[in-house]
């Protein structure tokens, strides 16, 4: 990769990153976390208390992405068919035509996800494993980037569902906003008072300058020894006996993909061991099973 792609992508992600940082005040740790996910081209699940910003967040990322984007409002009777799509029949022709549905799209946002059921849950699946959705047995490839930015609250357990395990380890990382500083608050207020500082942004980015940084992240080098460290990392919550499970196979090369992008989005084509320490705590922890409390 040349010294002067890499700047030109760089700068990209910084004027991405200030349209973040101009919706969601007072949040770069977790706005890294989110570049990072798109960089290796994941999945994030935002999971706090209502009012934080979760969706408003998802929706800043599609917005600076010159790309098709989906919202999907999870309920109780949401059917996989509302999601995937359905063939329709045409009486006047006697055929029947495949309607897609939301999934569809570049970015997808699953607001409040756990209120539907997991049939309906577990239609996503295959999208954020494959990039492709499979109906009525006609496999349907998904325009790339796809991303999908799910929402749940933790705290409300009336009419929602838990999510499955396969489905949490599908999700590259979990992210969490929590309250503002009182000082960013204030700020908050004020930057709302006339208009919301999600209308005063556009695209910074379009659909190839995405898969273009995917696919560059992919060829950042990480040196054998680095690998090493990823596979001890995770073989040791394997072997704790205070856990009930430890991280999979797939939550290895998920923090192996992380620590790629994170290293590119520092603008550097090499992976150091910070990064993988930074990703960790975003990457592995749900992955691990604590045996339930007596």
Do not use: C, W
């Amino acid at each position: 990769m040349s010294q002067e792609k890499m700047s030109l992508h760089h700068q990209k992600l910084q004027d991405l990153k200030k349209n973040l940082t101009h919706v969601i005040r007072g949040k770069d740790d977790p706005i890294d976390m989110l570049l990072i996910a798109l960089l290796a081209g994941g999945s994030v699940l935002f999971e706090d208390v209502p009012g934080m910003g979760k969706t408003t967040l998802a929706k800043a990322l599609a917005k600076s992405v010159a790309a098709d984007f989906n919202r999907i409002q999870f309920t109780p009777d949401l059917l996989p068919g509302d999601i995937l799509g359905s063939s329709i029949y045409n009486p006047v022709q006697g055929t029947f035509t495949f309607r897609p549905g939301p999934v569809f799209a570049n970015f997808l946002l699953a607001d409040e996800i756990n209120r539907a059921s997991p049939r309906t849950q577990s239609a996503l699946l295959e999208a954020m494993s494959e990039g492709q959705a499979t109906i009525e047995g006609t496999r349907y490839p998904l325009d790339p980037p796809f991303m999908l930015l799910a929402t749940q609250n933790p705290v409300e357990f009336h009419g929602t569902y838990p999510l499955p395990e396969a489905q949490l380890d599908r999700f590259l990382m979990l992210l969490s906003l929590g309250y503002p500083d009182p000082d960013v608050e204030v700020e908050i207020l004020h930057s709302q008072a006339e208009t919301h500082p999600l209308e005063t942004i556009g695209p910074v980015l379009n659909r190839q300058d995405v898969t273009d940084m995917q696919a560059q992240v992919r060829a950042v080098r990480l040196d054998e020894t680095i690998s090493r460290y990823i596979v001890e990392i995770v073989a040791g919550t394997r072997r704790d006996a205070r856990l009930k499970l430890g991280v999979s196979p797939r939550g290895a090369l998920m923090l192996f993909r992380s620590a790629q992008a994170s290293a590119f989005l520092d603008g550097r084509d090499y992976v150091m061991p910070d990064d993988v320490q930074r990703l960790a705590v975003y990457v592995l922890p749900r992955r691990s099973v604590v045996p339930a409390v007596q």
